[in-house]
């Protein structure tokens, strides 16, 4: 893959994400508008189905942002910078992205991907776990999709700027970063 197609790609790769970083940016509102969170055992076991459907939605838009960032985006970034990314283990690329500064913490993106991993595998007889680990996802999605905008300022250097026209809610994490991304 040439520079051109490489570059084309990441800005594919950007704005499929954003999409994604959107709807996660809608959970997080609504779940904190709805009082969802933090959750203590009593009021998970007390929630409707409507709002464990509401919940249901977070984790997997959460899980589904942390993989597109992982995969693609950082793959993506790899090639644009010529890096091996190919022959890379997830964790190489997590600590590539942050010596190239698209990351700010290796260490805490991998926190939040070894998070989402133990989250997709519920055993009943660790409840407390899955508690504090859907406490815990619903405390950091906020920081998750600081993370992606920060990437997409990162990706300013290939001439690319992200458009949040078709993404109201990541536009609300952009209005007190104004130097990250704005609408476009």
């Known amino acids: 893959m040439d520079a051109n197609d490489s570059a084309e790609a990441l800005k594919s790769q950007l704005d499929v994400t954003a999409g994604v970083a959107d709807r996660l940016a809608y959970s997080i509102t609504r779940a904190n508008k709805m009082g969802l969170v933090p959750l203590s055992m009593d009021k998970l076991a007390a929630l409707s189905d409507d709002e464990m459907e509401i919940l249901d939605a977070y984790i997997f838009r959460y899980g589904s942002l942390v993989s597109q960032i992982q995969g693609a985006i950082f793959k993506s970034i790899g090639?644009?910078?010529?890096e091996p990314v190919s022959s890379m283990s997830n964790r190489d690329k997590t600590n590539l992205m942050e010596r190239l500064g698209a990351l700010p913490s290796a260490e805490a993106f991998s926190y939040l991907t070894v998070v989402r991993n133990k989250?997709?595998?519920d055993y009943p007889e660790e409840m407390q776990k899955h508690l504090d680990r859907l406490n815990f996802i619903t405390s950091e999605s906020p920081r998750l999709v600081e993370i992606f905008l920060g990437i997409a300022k990162y990706a300013e250097k290939f001439d690319f700027r992200l458009s949040l026209k078709?993404?109201?809610?990541?536009?609300?994490?952009?209005e007190s970063k104004q130097d990250v991304t704005a609408p476009g």
Do not use: I, K, P, R
């Open 79 to 82: 090639e644009v910078e010529q």
């Open 119 to 121: 989250l997709m595998h």
């Open 166 to 174: 078709d993404c109201a809610h990541l536009s609300g994490f952009c």
